[in-house]
């Protein structure tokens, strides 16, 4: 019977697909994609032409019904994203819970991930990890959720863009405090590829420096907490951090 195959296509240099990646995209019937214009680049490369199915976060859910009618006629679909993993802060759940409910087989062809990429050369303890996508984009939102962190002991792995990047190390220095070392990895697999790994304060100090330090695609990791009997809980100094504020 005809299958979903979940693609993972490069995060920047064109020459990270698997062989089985591209054997799976030239015998698929049907390609969705979350943008078909950028999607149209990579699979030209490679030289394969097929039909093209828009889709991404906003129609996901009905037009994810069109593609499992197509399986079931016995049409083959590979899903593939912008960059990456599929469902990876990418589109493709609703689609692949909808195929699991109804038996219809699903097969992922694994690959590039900037998660993966980036924990994988950034020096921070990976034996267990936790992943936290994108922060949410309002002030407050941001604070609650780092907030919600301030005991986790796992290295975090957030995706950041430019325009929030030192915004969010501020708040990292204002939460989790000064010290809390950070790796920013930028631009993963393309020309200027770069790794910078600073206490929070000192990373912040390096992205203020120059605006050139905020450009370009960055996965941001903070270390974890570490457990210190002896230590004052970082929740009580920022709690006596606020009450400095209030007194005269
Ligand atoms: N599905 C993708 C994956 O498997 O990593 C992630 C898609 S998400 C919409 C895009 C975010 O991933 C970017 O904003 C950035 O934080 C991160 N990212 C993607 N490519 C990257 C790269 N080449 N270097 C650094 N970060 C990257």
């Given at each position: 019977p005809a299958k979903l195959y979940i693609v993972a296509t490069p995060?920047?240099?064109?020459?990270?697909?698997?062989y089985r990646a591209i054997e799976t995209l030239q015998q698929v019937d049907v390609i969705a994609a979350e943008d078909t214009r950028h999607s149209g680049k990579l699979l030209s490369h490679y030289q394969i032409k097929k039909p093209m199915f828009p889709l991404h976060d906003h129609n996901e859910r009905e037009r994810g019904k069109v593609l499992i009618e197509k399986i079931k006629a016995g049409q083959s679909v590979a899903l593939i994203s912008?960059?990456?993993?599929?469902?990876?802060?990418?589109?493709?759940y609703h689609l692949v819970n909808e195929c699991r409910e109804k038996g219809v087989d699903i097969v992922p062809i694994p690959g590039a991930c900037a998660t993966i990429a980036a924990l994988s050369a950034a020096?921070?303890?990976?034996d267990r990890f936790s992943f936290e996508g994108f922060l949410p984009a309002k002030e407050k939102g941001k604070q609650d959720k780092l907030s919600a962190l301030i005991e986790e002991t796992r290295t975090m792995v957030f995706y950041e863009s430019p325009r929030r990047i030192t915004d969010t190390v501020q708040q990292v220095v204002n939460i989790?405090?000064?010290d809390r070392k950070i790796v920013i990895a930028r631009e993963?697999?393309?020309?200027?590829e770069s790794f910078y790994a600073l206490p929070a304060q000192e990373m912040l100090e390096w992205l203020k420096?120059?605006?050139?330090?905020?450009r370009g695609e960055f996965v941001l990791m903070i270390a974890g907490a570490v457990a210190d009997s002896e230590a004052i809980p970082q929740v009580a100094l920022n709690t006596l951090a606020l009450l400095k504020e209030q007194l005269p």
């Open positions: 995060i920047g240099n064109i020459s990270d697909i698997s912008d960059a990456g993993t599929p469902l990876i802060s990418d589109p493709g020096g921070l303890p990976t989790l405090g000064a993963l697999t393309k020309t200027f420096e120059d605006t050139n330090h905020c």
